[in-house]
């Protein structure tokens, strides 16, 4: 299993058409076939010290191996997405996660 999340921060916040462009083009991510399962989201509305809420949008996307991200980040959709949608972003963080250990059914 491969787990790849990104956060991503607009540069116009408060612009609805900027917001709805970038939701349909992470949308647009989720055609790709190496694409196990996934999930866009935003900020939950929590607030705790350890909280960072200061994104707009997320993705979290698993895959089966590490070869199913390679061959997301070279597809062409996904290559699509960050040209058309580059220009809406000023911060975009990626973390990328692999288990240590078997995963626990339940936990």
């Known amino acids: 299993m491969f787990v ?13 058409a ?4 970038l939701h349909e083009g992470l949308k647009s991510l989720t055609a790709i076939d190496a694409i196990a399962q996934g999930w866009i989201g935003v900020p939950a509305p929590t607030h705790r010290p350890v909280i960072d ?6 993705i979290t996307f698993v895959f089966d191996d590490q070869e199913g991200h390679d061959t997301y980040q070279e597809h062409p959709i ?7 949608c580059a220009p ?3 911060r ?4 990328d996660a692999v288990p240590m250990e078997e995963t626990i059914q339940g936990l």
């Open 4 to 16: 790849h999340t990104v956060y991503f921060w607009l540069k116009d916040k408060h612009n609805p």
């Open 18 to 21: 900027d917001r709805r462009r």
């Open 53 to 58: 809420s200061s994104y707009d949008f997320s």
């Open 78 to 84: 996904h290559l699509e997405f960050v040209q058309n």
């Open 88 to 90: 809406l972003w000023t």
């Open 92 to 95: 975009v963080q990626v973390y």
